[in-house]
C-alpha cells in the first residue's frame, strides 16, 4: 500500500509528507519545518479512509471501487452543477424557448465533451501538484501573471456572483418573497455551510443542494417532449435555423459559456488539492469529472426540453428575466411544475454562489501565501473566509440597490469572461505540459491535440461572442 493512504491523526511526519509531497517531488518540505496542523489532522482522516477503503489494490471489488468513488467524488460534480448556475439555466431557457426541439441539442453536449476535456486537465494538476490554480501560475510564470491571475479570477467571480443573486432573487419572487428575504437568506445559507469548518462537510452539503438541479428533469417530463424528435436532433444534427445571425451567435456563445469558464479551474483545482487527493487518484477524478459532466449536460437539457411548449405556441421569450419563465410554463406544467422551475434557478444560483466565492477565497490564498482551506478554522485562515463570504455579501448587496445597472452588469460579466479564458487556458496548457511540475502525468499526445483544440475554439467562440455583444451590426 502507498505510505501516502496510510497517514493517520498519531504520525505527524506521514502527514506532513502526504500534504507537501507528490509523486514528483515538488515543493518538498520537512515534517520537522512543516508542523502539524488541525488542517492536517482533518485531511489524514479523509486519506486514512480511503486507504481501508482502497485495501488490497489488485483485488479491488466492485463494491469497494464504489466506496472509493464515493470518497474521493466531489470536485468534479460540484463544478460543473455549479457551472449549470442560474445565467446558465436561462442561456438554455431561452435556447429551448426560441428554437425549440433540433440543433442546439446535440451542440450542448459538444460543449459539454469540451469542458470535460479542459477539467480532467484541472483534476490531473491539482491531484499531482497538490497545488492550486492560483498558486502554481504564481509559481511558476512569476508573481506578475500570478496577481493577475488572481486580479482577473476574483473580478469575474464578483461580477459573476452578482448575476448568482440576481437569479435567487428573481427565483424566489415567483413565490412572493421579498427581495431582501431572498438575498438575506442565500447569504445566510453560504454562511452556514461555509461555518462547519470541515472540507469533507462543506462538500457532502453542497453536493445534496447541486442535486436539486435536477428539479427540471421533471418539469421537462411534464411537457410531454417529442423523444422521436429528440432522437431524431442528435443522430442528425440538423442545421441552425435562420443561419449564423448576430442573435444566434450570441445563444451559441452564450450556451458556451454556460459550460467553460474561469473559475471552474481555479474552484476544481483548490478542491482537489483541499481533498488531498493524491496521483494514484487521478482515475477517480476523472470518474468524478465525467458524472459531474453527464449530470449536468442531463440537467441543461431538461431546461432546454422545459421550454419548448413556449417555442411551440409561439410566445415571444426574448426579454424574459428569471420568474418570467416559470410563469409563462405554468399554463403548460401548472403551478407544480412552473414552482419546481422557479426553485430550479434558485437552487443553481445558491450553489453557484457558494462555488464560485469559495474559488475566489482559494486563489486568494494561493497567491498571498495565506491559509486557504475549508478546513482550517477561522482564526488559521480569516483572509480566506473574509474573502469567501465578503464577496458574496457585497455581491448580494449590489443587487438590492434600487436602480442599479444589473443587465449592464451581465453583459459586463460576458465581456470579462472573454478576457479572462484565453489566459487561463494557456497557463494550464503550459502546466500539464511542464514535466518539472508533472513528472510523468504530463499531457500526451492526443491529450494535447484535445486540448489545444477545445482552447483554440473557446478561444475564437469567446473573441466572437465579444465581437457580436460589442458590435451586433457587425453581422446580419
Do not use: C
Request: net charge neutral; charged share 15%.
Amino acid at each position: 500500500m502507498d505510505t501516502r493512504d496510510r497517514t493517520t491523526p498519531s504520525t505527524p511526519s506521514n502527514i506532513a509528507v502526504s500534504r507537501n509531497a507528490g509523486d514528483t517531488g515538488f515543493d518538498m518540505r520537512s515534517a520537522e519545518t512543516d508542523p502539524l496542523t488541525g488542517e492536517d489532522i482533518s485531511r489524514a482522516r479523509d486519506r486514512l479512509a480511503v486507504a481501508r477503503a482502497r485495501g488490497n489494490v489488485q483485488a479491488l471489488k466492485s463494491w469497494r471501487w464504489m466506496r472509493l468513488l464515493w470518497l474521493l467524488a466531489g470536485p468534479g460534480v460540484l463544478v460543473f452543477l455549479g457551472e449549470n448556475d442560474a445565467p446558465s439555466m436561462l442561456s438554455y431557457a431561452a435556447t429551448g424557448s426560441q428554437f425549440g426541439i433540433g440543433f442546439f441539442l446535440p451542440f450542448i453536449l459538444v460543449t459539454f465533451l469540451a469542458a470535460w476535456i479542459v477539467q480532467e486537465m484541472t483534476v490531473r494538476l491539482g491531484s499531482v501538484t497538490h497545488r492550486g490554480h492560483a498558486e502554481l501560475i504564481f509559481d511558476r510564470f512569476g508573481p506578475f501573471w500570478g496577481f493577475f491571475s488572481m486580479a482577473d479570477l476574483m473580478l469575474g467571480n464578483f461580477l459573476t456572483l452578482v448575476t448568482e443573486f440576481i437569479g435567487i432573487r428573481a427565483g424566489l419572487s415567483y413565490f412572493g418573497v421579498p427581495g431582501l428575504v431572498a438575498v438575506g437568506g442565500a447569504i445566510a445559507l453560504i454562511l452556514a455551510v461555509t461555518m462547519t469548518r470541515r472540507y469533507w462537510t462543506w462538500e457532502r452539503i453542497l453536493l445534496g443542494l447541486a442535486l436539486f438541479n435536477g428539479l427540471f428533469i421533471p418539469v421537462a417530463l411534464m411537457t410531454h417532449p417529442d423523444w422521436r424528435a429528440v432522437g431524431h436532433a442528435f443522430i442528425t444534427w440538423g442545421p441552425l435555423p435562420g443561419g449564423l445571425g448576430s442573435q444566434n451567435i450570441l445563444l451559441m456563445m452564450a450556451d458556451i459559456g454556460a459550460t467553460v469558464t474561469p473559475w471552474m479551474l481555479f474552484f476544481q483545482q483548490g478542491a482537489t488539492t483541499d481533498k488531498g487527493m493524491q496521483p494514484r487518484d487521478v482515475s477517480f477524478g476523472r470518474w468524478d469529472t465525467s458524472i459531474g459532466t453527464m449530470l449536468a449536460a442531463m440537467f441543461g437539457i431538461a431546461v432546454v426540453l422545459a421550454t419548448v411548449p413556449l417555442y411551440s405556441h409561439g410566445i415571444s421569450t426574448e426579454n424574459y428575466k428569471g420568474a418570467q419563465f416559470a410563469q409563462a410554463l405554468e399554463p403548460y406544467v401548472g403551478r407544480l411544475g412552473s414552482s419546481l422551475f422557479a426553485l430550479g434557478l434558485v437552487e443553481a444560483g445558491l450553489v453557484a454562489a457558494i462555488s464560485i466565492s469559495t474559488s475566489s477565497g482559494y486563489a486568494f490564498g494561493e497567491v498571498m501565501h495565506q491559509a486557504h482551506s475549508l478546513n482550517r478554522g477561522i482564526k488559521e485562515a480569516w483572509p480566506f473566509y473574509l474573502t469567501l463570504l465578503g464577496s458574496a455579501v457585497a455581491a448580494g448587496a449590489i443587487v438590492l440597490i434600487p436602480h442599479a445597472p444589473l443587465e449592464f452588469i451581465v453583459l459586463i460579466v460576458n465581456v470579462i469572461a472573454v478576457l479572462a479564458m484565453p489566459p487561463a487556458l494557456l497557463f494550464l496548457l503550459l502546466l500539464v505540459n511542464d514535466r518539472e511540475v508533472m513528472g510523468d502525468s504530463v499531457n500526451g499526445l492526443w491529450l494535447n491535440i484535445a486540448g489545444i483544440t477545445v482552447t483554440v475554439l473557446l478561444i475564437i467562440a469567446g473573441l466572437g461572442y465579444g465581437v457580436t455583444t460589442v458590435f451586433p451590426k457587425l453581422i446580419g
